[in-house]
């Protein structure tokens, strides 16, 4: 593969050599030369790496990160996974399972935390600095192993460091009694090189914070007497892990980049970032508050996430350029959700900088990858993250004042810890150097490339720059900067367009998912792109409101008609929608399955069929076999059958079934029902909770029903499972083993596929199913013990 930068200067050449005749014309005649030529569209290639940590070898770039997980690039677009999974397959060690044997054994874990590799000047070997934790305590290992190769196989030389020791097991690394508070989870590190050739390792997460060790440059090992290090941030169990540490010759400052919050889905990760002179510190945020008085307070509950809010220089939380109606593209848009545990690349030719870590999306639940964001350097030293992800760069770094003018998609972060995604809003650059739109204030451009911003009496100083908008699909003129208070703003330009070409391009695009039969309420939009007001009418307020609740009839299926007003500025268009909105089905049995020598089914639904080892897939065997109530179906580990589309709509409903395993595999599903990739739920006889048996549902975060035990393999269990208006309850042998709320809306459209034993990802089940029954409405716990006698429950009486 050719290098990121002979790339770059072909892709110029080629549109040198591509400019229209008339622009060159106009050039030579003395007019403002030409905006250069954007690149050609990126070909991005994902891996998943959690925890990423980078090491270049040449032009060659690896990342490693958690549960041994590596990927490579040349070019930070394209990436190839490398290796993941402790396993002794694992190519980055001989066995990683024996070879570390010591470390899981201390961390009473089986997998691996955040390793970092470098590769030391005094004998050019890579030094695997590997950790291990038990994961609800700060019980950890932190060691090193060794490789001539950057991809191993890596051999241990010990463990540096232990946290976490208990009553009887003696002092921790400083000589005293392991204190949680205030002594390190020793976990996360970073080893490098300070401007002076000395080398240093920056590690900790949550529990006492974060702590720099110095380490013999010949070896690899920590200097003596130094026990966990200088703290450097954190403490009193805040949620600050992930330490990264990152020196600019250009403001000759020591960067730490470290993650607050958790790394959920839900739990508000995001990047922030303090400097100091000294890799050591002290460290300070951009209000020059001490990073080393940073921590929880300890009279509050653990994870007092409010005491730390306030501080470090945040540089990406959760957000979401969402699509809004009439913009170009396809899908919600782009962003990320608890983005964080960060590297640094600093390009030694260029001073290109680049941002890599581990992201989640939003509405793909725990789902993560390797994203890459180009920063910058604003006027104060501070850095700032392009909005879009790198795509290669483009060398457009030189702006007239009047292309900045126009309208903006507009990223306002803040400094909170929590689950929400910040939502782009509208702003404008007028010409007369005002911003108008989501905030008032002022603005200006200076040095062709930089913008400085004046909001509520705030200053924000950052970069303009060009960046690949994967929505839309075309190269878009981006801001990005950062104010006094340490909070980023982003901007992303809009193509502009006149009132009319707005409420038309709205009116174009203007659908509603799952229209012609409604069984749910429906997500009505209000906003269009530009800004443009979405109003809506109805034609029968009882059946659907204005704002899109739905009321299903009781005796006939109802005509509903919606009516979708735009305007922008003087403009307006008009949109109408004609709904069918079904009877509301009485409770009670939608198919029984009996499996008695077929997939026939009663209670009106249609037979079953059978599948391949996808959903979807073709093929499959299956065979009959003595079962609870006369006989059941056997599925080879190979197989599955799939259902009627549209089993199950609404929010009330409920599964019953008997299963028989003869083998137990991660994430198979028995029950699988899903309105598409996104949404869709799965009763999982042995689940990540340590194997154990859940009722797994994927939405915009994932529902997880623990039950606590793992039904056993070549004995008959009975599941059930009943969802009442997000109220969940699932059943094993009668007995009620998880209860919950929030139990995600998945069946809102007619159509939702429905199988046992496949899904769309995982192993097929192999083992017997019999009885399957189906109702709409919940069961009581009495009709659950009804449906596993084999009979019928009867939903119709008290």
């Not at 593969?1 to 003395?30: H, Q």
């Not at 409010?306 to 809004?324: D, W």
């Not at 959700?337 to 390009?347: A, F, K, L, R």
């Not at 097929?764 to 109702?775: E, I, T």
Request: proline share 6%; glycine share 10%.
């Amino acid at each position: 593969m050719t290098s990121r930068w002979s790339r770059r200067i072909a892709t110029l050449a080629a549109a040198c050599l591509t400019l229209p005749l008339a622009a060159a014309t106009a050039g030579s005649a003395g007019a403002a030369p030409p905006t250069p030529a954007d690149p050609p569209p990126p070909v991005f290639v994902d891996a998943e790496t959690h925890d990423p940590s980078l090491v270049s070898v040449g032009d060659e770039h690896w990342v490693f990160g958690s549960h041994l997980a590596a990927a490579t690039t040349e070019d930070f677009v394209q990436w190839e996974q490398a290796a993941n999974l402790v396993t002794p397959q694992n190519p980055l060690f001989d066995d990683v399972t024996t070879e570390l044997a010591e470390t899981f054994e201390w961390a009473e874990s089986d997998t691996l935390w955040a390793a970092d590799v470098i590769q030391l000047e005094a004998d050019g070997k890579f030094y695997m600095y590997y950790n291990a934790c038990e994961g609800s305590s700060p019980r950890s290992a932190l060691g090193v192993a060794v490789a001539d190769s950057v991809d191993g196989p890596y051999e241990d030389l010990g463990i540096l460091l232990r946290s976490g020791h208990r009553d009887g097991e003696g002092p921790s690394e400083d000589g005293t009694p392991y204190d949680a508070l205030v002594h390190p989870n020793a976990v996360d590190p970073d080893v490098f090189y300070d401007a002076d050739g000395n080398l240093w390792m920056v590690y900790g997460s949550f529990s006492g914070g974060i702590f720099i060790l110095e380490l013999d440059p010949g070896t690899g090992l920590p200097l003596p007497d130094q026990g966990y290090g200088t703290h450097l941030t954190g403490g009193n169990h805040s949620r600050i892990e992930g330490p990264s540490m990152m020196y600019s010759p250009e403001t000759e400052h020591y960067y730490l980049f470290t993650s607050f919050g958790g790394l959920g889905a839900t739990e508000g990760y995001n990047m922030r970032v303090m400097r100091s002179p000294n890799p050591d510190g002290p460290f300070v945020d951009a209000a020059g508050h001490d990073m080393r008085e940073v921590r929880s307070n300890p009279d509050l509950p653990i994870f007092d996430d409010a005491t730390i809010e306030p501080y470090g220089v945040k540089l990406m939380g959760s957000y979401q350029f969402q699509r809004e109606v009439g913009a170009p593209g396809t899908g919600i848009g782009d962003g990320k959700v608890s983005p964080g545990h960060n590297t640094t690349y600093v390009d030694p030719e260029t001073g290109e900088m680049l941002l890599i870590f581990h992201s989640r999306f939003p509405e793909q639940g725990e789902r993560h990858q390797i994203r890459v964001h180009e920063m910058s350097m604003n006027a104060e030293g501070w850095p700032v993250v392009a909005p879009y992800r790198y795509a290669g760069g483009n060398d457009t770094s030189k702006f007239v004042r009047k292309q900045l003018v126009g309208d903006y998609r507009f990223i306002e972060h803040d400094k909170t810890i929590s689950p929400e995604i910040r939502r782009a809003t509208t702003v404008t650059l007028n010409q007369n150097g005002t911003v108008t739109g989501a905030v008032d204030g002022r603005w200006r451009q200076y040095q062709k490339n930089r913008l400085h911003l004046t909001i509520d009496g705030e200053a924000y100083d950052g970069a303009v720059t060009r960046e690949w908008d994967p929505t839309g699909e075309r190269w878009v003129t981006t801001f990005s900067v950062v104010g006094t208070e340490g909070v980023p703003l982003w901007g992303s330009a809009l193509a502009p367009l006149s009132d009319q070409e707005i409420v038309d391009a709205v009116a174009t695009d203007l659908t509603l998912p799952g229209t012609g039969s409604v069984v749910a309420d429906l997500d009505l939009p209000t906003v269009g792109t530009h800004g443009a007001s979405i109003a809506w009418t109805s034609s029968d307020e009882s059946v659907v409101t204005a704002d899109g609740t739905v009321t299903r009839p009781s005796e006939q299926d109802a005509v509903v008609t919606l009516t979708a007003t735009i305007t922008s500025g003087d403009a307006t268009a008009a949109s109408t929608f004609d709904l069918t909105v079904p009877v509301l089905p009485a409770p009670g049995l939608v198919a029984r399955y009996a499996f008695d020598g077929d997939l026939a089914a009663t209670g009106g639904a249609a037979a079953g069929t059978v599948t391949g080892d996808r959903v979807d897939s073709e093929g499959g065997q299956l065979s009959f076999t003595e079962g609870v109530h006369g006989d059941a179906v056997h599925l080879d580990g190979s197989s599955g059958v799939r259902l009627p589309d549209g089993l199950l709509s609404g929010q009330d409903y409920s599964v019953s079934l008997w299963l028989r395993p003869e083998r137990l595999t991660d994430f198979t599903t028995a029950f699988f029902g899903a309105r598409d990739d996104v949404n869709w739920l799965s009763l999982v006889p042995s689940g990540w909770d340590e194997h154990r048996t859940m009722l797994w549902a994927g939405s915009t975060t994932y529902y997880d029903g623990l039950t606590g035990t793992q039904i056993p393999t070549d004995t008959w269990s009975h599941l059930a499972f009943t969802v009442e208006t997000g109220a969940v309850t699932v059943y094993l042998d009668g007995v009620a083993v998880h209860t919950g709320t929030g139990f995600p809306d998945v069946f809102t459209t007619d159509d939702g596929v429905f199988a046992l034993g496949v899904n769309w990802w995982d192993t097929p089940f192999q083992g017997d199913v019999d009885d399957l029954q189906v109702y709409q409405g919940a069961l009581t716990a009495d009709q659950v013990a009804t449906v596993a006698d084999g009979q019928v429950a009867d939903l119709t009486s008290p």
